[in-house]
């Protein structure tokens, strides 16, 4: 639990010239100014989910943007659209079967209104794509500010994770507690920010300053404008 502090400073977002292979959407780094700003440690586990709907979440249109709560009010949403509560008691689809909720595992299938809902009753935001990526990736100068150095990957520069790093390629069928693999941690200490679950963001997905379509031309530039960004992967 708890949050980090990330200070302020210049951060290189996208993917440097020297990588072998990236969509055109990461094409290429460039700076971005970022405010010093606090960033949970690990993702929003199915219990801090549950409060939130406990606390009658989805039927507060304070909560909501107006897009939003058109949806929950379309949908029926009263909670998590892939739970229920018999006798009281949460559970969730866990493929073909109803499982209990797991307490310490990263909640999942929720779309962007409802992780923006859930921010604002908690009192919180979405990061933007750049501080989150800055929180993953980014380096220290020595004396606390922010490099315009960045890793590979939150843990380094090695070329492809071990298990011990992140939860991916189905080993674990599924989302792990959100406080395990501390080997996988970032220079600032937030964790699994690769894998388990892909996380939400609050920037649109636009294109980068010089922007040139790949041979494959439907990859990105259709949707630009109409996406929100999630980053990170899934397990």
Same mark, same amino acid.
């Given at each position: ?5 990330? *200070? ?11 990588? *072998? ?19 949970? @440690? ?7 989910? &549950?409060?939130?709907?406990? &606390? $009658? ?15 929950? @009010? ?13 006798? $009281?008691?949460?559970?969730?689809? @866990? ?23 859930? !921010? ?66 970032? *220079?600032? $200490? !937030? @964790? ?14 636009? *294109?980068?300053? $010089? ?22 992967? !899934?397990?």
């Amino acid at each position: 639990p708890g949050d980090v502090e990330i *200070p302020g400073g210049t951060f290189r977002l996208g993917a440097e010239r020297d990588e *072998p292979f990236v969509f055109d959407n990461e094409k290429w780094a460039h700076p971005v100014e970022l405010n010093a700003f606090k960033i949970a @440690r690990a993702a929003v586990t199915q219990e801090e989910f &549950a409060a939130f709907i406990d &606390a $009658g979440g989805y039927l507060d249109r304070q909560l909501w943007t107006d897009e939003g709560w058109q949806w929950a @009010r379309s949908e029926g949403a009263d909670g998590h659209v892939y739970w229920r509560r018999p006798a $009281g008691r949460w559970q969730r689809r @866990r493929f073909d079967a109803w499982v209990d909720l797991e307490p310490h595992k990263a909640v999942i299938h929720v779309n962007w209104f409802e992780a923006d809902a859930y !921010c604002r009753w908690a009192g919180r935001r979405l990061p933007t794509e750049a501080e989150w990526q800055a929180a993953a990736t980014a380096l220290s100068t020595g004396d606390g500010q922010l490099s315009e150095k960045k890793l590979r990957f939150p843990w380094g520069d090695a070329p492809s994770p071990t298990p011990e790093h992140a939860n991916l390629d189905w080993r674990g069928m599924g989302t792990i507690a959100v406080g395990a693999l501390p080997a996988g941690d970032s *220079p600032w $200490g !937030c @964790r699994q920010m690769i894998g388990n679950g892909w996380e939400w963001t609050s920037s649109d997905f636009l *294109p980068f300053p $010089g922007f040139v379509v790949d041979p494959y031309k439907d990859y990105s530039e259709p949707w630009f404008g109409t996406r929100k960004e999630m980053l990170g992967g !899934c397990w």
